[in-house]
């Protein structure tokens, strides 16, 4: 496109960049076939003049709608203006009739609301911004004006947002074909539910796409005559069938076995499921989540999609069931059994082997078998061989491929019998969602098949490109016949061509039992080695490169016999076929004799071919048009644009095969008005005469001199290359001119830069000199103010210091007086505990004493009592027991030998009140006194009884009666009197015992309260020598001349943590100096007379005033 007589010094270029794909520039120097270009980014480049494209500087900032509309129709054009588009969140673009759409990865909800499709409805394409929904209202008014079916190609790799734009185009169809007040389950309704549905079983994430479609879908929407929307088919391509066993990090298994596992709980538990990294299945991959989707709403959602497109509730269970059994079927490992058979590997396999039988409805132990055995039918006899683990897990994946897959087929035959078609409709619109162009480090032979059907879609739409040109050129009138169209029809041949094609040479090699992947690549390699489509990799046995419109992909071989052969095992078919569960049996329907006995394979990639002419077809009998969706980035992040990704895909879409088909013939159009517009001034004669513009347009290019260019009946025609040569002439034109411009502007300003800085530089001489007497100035002001300051700064510092000494002088007088005043306050304090001490003490012994001289002489007396009645009642038994009154006597006895002992017990109990009251605490030298009464009370005793007279009397039977009345009576108040006395005694011992118990604990207490009023009263001592010592340190320091020198502490003294020797109280702490001999000597001789003086004395103080006197005498 490039030519180098347009490319000059100045202009404005695009140069070829390893990381950004295109960069722009200026030209500083042009050689002979180089120039030396400056880049945006500050390099300098050299570059070859057929590399270099042209700039166009006067294209709007924002891009332009339609690409058609571009001065210059080449790659870097292209690629800046849908760059400078996308930043702008315009995703959308026209190539002519084609929009190229941009996925945003974000939701721009407004610019797909209800109100945005009024605005659509019925606009002319262009009318308004490029959207997905201009192209179907395009195809819908086409098909209601022309009655002719119209489809809609949907395109672009893995990410790009093909099935979100499916989704757009079927809800905006719903729309204008829509009823409007139906009820219940309408067909535009359960087409756009039917999209919930195939996303969860026929999409997955790879690594490129979250929610890749992996599979091709063609969605065919009918009409009745007045426009509703009466019917619909969908039908699909290609499932990949691979992708139920096998994964690759970090790709996700079909959704539906995810959704399956985050269903609620009763069904997890009637499935036996759980958590998908247990799976064998789904944990090849580390993905088990997506950022931002719940599985659980979604399987929810999907259940509901289902009940909307006419899935039974008994289906739906069906349905899930079937896929719980896959992944039971994907846990069975298999381990070596006997001789080369293999058998269950352990009991979960075993387990898992139970549940995949239930599940499907079949005997386990068929299952089994199905699995590890096989069955050779013979003329001669039938040959049951057995597998091997590796056989038998490769029978495993078989088996749930197989499973998935007519699964899958079951799902879209039934939506599509329940949307239901119509048979009258003469029109529809159709939606090709169809994977894109794909070349992965590893492709096989569904990458295969894919860029198949892309090459042959490619060629379909570089002949719709071609037309649209030539019907471009008819509606002109301009002469055509020369433009020559290239297609990619010898990479079809080389894939498709019967006989001799890839697809036939893999037939062939399949009917083969022996034939390998080897040597179906050896046979290719002979086959192709003269194709110039056809490359065969240096040192490569299986790889063989095909060099597709798009560019070379190199497949590896390894699988595709195996992958071409779809056939269903008859252990299989026979095990599901006889199925209990009518659903499963319903997937595998019993085939006829014939062709279960032959084993005929049928090949996928001619089914695949069949299906793809069938599609073609349909797309050849209709109205076409295009959507190529591009995905920015690998990253799936907003508002990042990756320039070589969005290029790459730009080439493998066909966008820029369609730009070389407009390049071949006449790609820039102009219309007359906006020719002369931009290339007026290349023939300003022109624009003093009145012509006509057709004749004005080629009076301009005859005088350039440009040939091969086309005037039309409103446009004008440029060749590639021309539109560049008269930006070239232009530029050349308004350089002359502003040459002559420049000069006379340049004079001008000059002249006036001149009297401009003259008058200047008068004002700023002016202004200097009064801004260095203003500086002047305020340095003899700031130079007075500095003495001012530093002045009473001075004075300020010798006040500060004086206050800061006086201050601290005041402070240390205070907490030594307190310190001093609070030592003598606790050492009167202690003193006078210790006196109270001493009289509770010495109280306390006396009580002690006299109880226990109490307790001893009532002892006594009771002992001596009880021996002299003893011996008194012996000796009247022994003088004669029938005297009656001899018993009397002793009972008058008793109780006149009683009432002494009572009355002795009564004063007892009134000494002891006495000595408890205060009035004997107060007196306790008296308790000496004490000590001779329990002898004189024994006397006093003796006598009492010696002088009782033993009165005899003359007893007569009467009085003798009464009498015994009265003794009887009086003898059982003496027991009742003897019990009490008893309980007396014994209370009387318990509480004595008790009591001495008590005064054996306070006796404790005194002795440990003496033995601390000693050591306070040694700790005091050595306090007060230690005070008397530092004071006359503080004395000294303070009579000192010099107060600047600081308090210095004395650190001789044992700094060892003593609570009897410090104040907590004060402010100051000092320690207590440790007493030695040396010390004890160094005192002076009334020191210890003084701290260990009489408590009495202390308590006689003199006032504070006396003592802080008495403090003040240390300084």
Known sequence: MGMSRDITAGSHVWVGDSELAWIDGIVINVYAAEAEIQTSDGRMVTKKLSNIYPKDVEAPAGGVDDMTKLSYLHEPAVLYNLATRYEINEIYTYCGNILIAINPFQALSHLYDVYLMERYKGAQLGELNPHVYAIADVAYRAMIKEGKSN??????????????????????????????????????????????????????????????????????????????????????????????????DPERNYHCFYLLCAAPLEEIERYKLGDPKSFHYLNQSNCYELVGVNDAHDYLATRKAMDI????????????????????????????????????????????????????????????????????????????????????????????????SRLFDWLVNKINVSIGQDPHSECLIGVLDIYGFESFKISSFEQFCINFTNEKLQQHFNQHVFKMEQAEYQNEEIDWSYVEFVDNQDVLDLIEKKPGGIISLLDEACMFPKSTHETFAQKLYQTFKDHKRFVKPKLARTEFTIAHYAGEVQYQSDQFLDKNKDYVVPEHQDLLSASKCSFVAGLFPSLPEETAKSGKFSSIGSRFKLQLQQLMDILNSTEPHY?????????????????????????????????????????????????????????????????????????????????????????????????????????????????????????????????????????????????????????????????????????????????????????????????????????????????????????????????????????????????????????????????????????????????????????????????????????????????????????????????????????????????????????????????????????????????????????????????????????????????SDQFSQLKKILHSPSTSQPIVRDNSF?????????????????????????????????????????????????DDSDKEGAFDDYF
């Open 627 to 1027: 959507i190529r969706c591009i995905k920015p980035n690998n990253e799936l992040k907003p508002a990042l644009f990756g320039n070589v990704n969005v290029l790459q895909q730009l080439r493998s879409g066909g966008v820029l095969e369609a730009i070389r088909v407009k390049c071949e013939g006449y790609p820039t159009h102009r219309t007359f008005t906006e020719f002369l517009n931009r290339f007026a001034i290349l023939a300003p004669e022109i624009l003093e005469g009145n012509y006509e513009e057709k004749v004005a347009c080629k009076w301009i290019l005859e005088k350039v001199g440009l040939t091969r260019y086309q005037i039309g009946k409103t446009k004008v025609f440029l060749r590639a290359g021309q539109m560049a040569e008269l930006d070239a002439r232009k530029g050349k034109v308004l350089g002359e001119s502003a040459k002559v411009v420049q000069k006379q502007i340049r004079s001008h300003l000059s002249r006036k830069r001149y009297v401009r800085m003259r008058k200047a530089s008068i004002h700023i001489q002016t202004a200097w000199r009064g801004k260095l007497a203003r500086e002047l100035y305020k340095d003899m002001k700031n130079e007075a103010a500095a003495v001012q300051i530093q002045k009473t700064f001075r004075r300020q510092v010798a006040r500060r210091n004086y206050i800061d000494a006086k201050s601290s002088a005041v402070v240390l007088q205070t907490g030594l007086r307190a310190m001093v005043a609070r030592n003598e306050f606790r050492y009167k304090a202690q003193n006078k505990a210790a006196v109270i001490i001493q009289a509770y003490w010495r109280c306390y012994s006396a009580v002690s004493f006299y109880k226990k001289i109490k307790k001893a002489s009532v002892l006594s007396q009771s002992m001596f009592r009880r021996r002299t009645a003893r011996r008194n009642l012996k000796e009247q038994k022994m003088a004669g027991r029938d005297k009656e009154e001899d018993g009397t006597l002793e009972q008058v006895e008793k109780v006149t030998c009683k009432e002494p002992e009572k009355q002795l017990i009564f004063e007892g109990q009134e000494k002891a009140e006495f000595h408890h009251s205060p009035l004997a605490l107060a007196v306790p030298n008296k308790a000496d006194k004490t000590n001779a009464f329990p002898v004189r009370e024994h006397e006093v005793t003796e006598k009492a009884y010696e002088s009782c007279p033993i009165i005899e009397e003359i007893s007569s039977p009467i009085q003798n009666a009464s009498k015994m009345e009265i003794l009887t009576k009086e003898v059982e108040k003496l027991k009742v009197l003897l019990l009490a006395e008893k309980k007396r005694a014994d209370e009387s011992e318990k509480k004595h015992a008790e009591a001495q118990e008590l005064s054996e604990k306070r006796r404790k207490k005194l002795e440990e309260t003496e033995r601390r009023v000693y050591q306070l009263q040694d700790s005091l001592n050595r306090l007060l020598y230690c005070m």
């Open 309 to 404: 497109v006419g899935i039974s509730e008994k289906e739906q269970e069906a349905i899930f069931r079937v896929v719980a059994a896959i992944l039971h079927l994907g846990n069975i490992a298999f381990a070596k059994g006997e001789e080369d058979s293999s058998m269950l590997q352990d009991d979960e396999s075993k387990f898992h082997l139970q549940m995949t039988a239930e599940l499907l409805m079949c005997d386990p132990q068929a299952l089994e078998v199905a699995l590890c055995k096989r069955v050779m039918i013979t003329p001669e006899e039938i040959i049951e061989r057995s597998l091997d683990p590796l056989g038998a897990a490769v029978s495993r994946d078989g088996l749930a491929k197989t499973i998935y």
């Open 151 to 248: 489809s809609i190609l949907v395109s672009g790799e893995s990410g790009a947002g093909k099935t979100e734009t499916t989704k757009m185009l079927m809800r905006y169809l719903a729309f204008l074909g829509g009823h409007a007040a139906a009820e219940g389950r309408t067909v535009e309704q359960q087409v756009l539910e039917s999209n919930p549905v195939l996303e969860a079983f026929g999409n997955a994430k790879t690594v490129k796409n979250n929610n890749s479609s992996r599979f091709g879908k063609f969605v065919e929407i009918q009409f009745d005559k007045h426009g509703q929307i009466s019917g619909a088919a969908i039908r699909t391509y290609l499932l990949e069938k691979s992708r139920v066993c096998q994964l690759s």
């Open 1054 to 1102: 044992d700094t060892s943590d003593n609570s009897d020797a410090s104040s907590s109280d004060s402010d100051f702490t000092f320690p207590a100096p440790v007493l030695t001999s040396a010390n004890i000597s160094s005192l002076p001789p009334n020191a210890l007379q003084r701290t260990v003086k009489d408590v009495s004395a202390t308590e006689t103080g003199s």
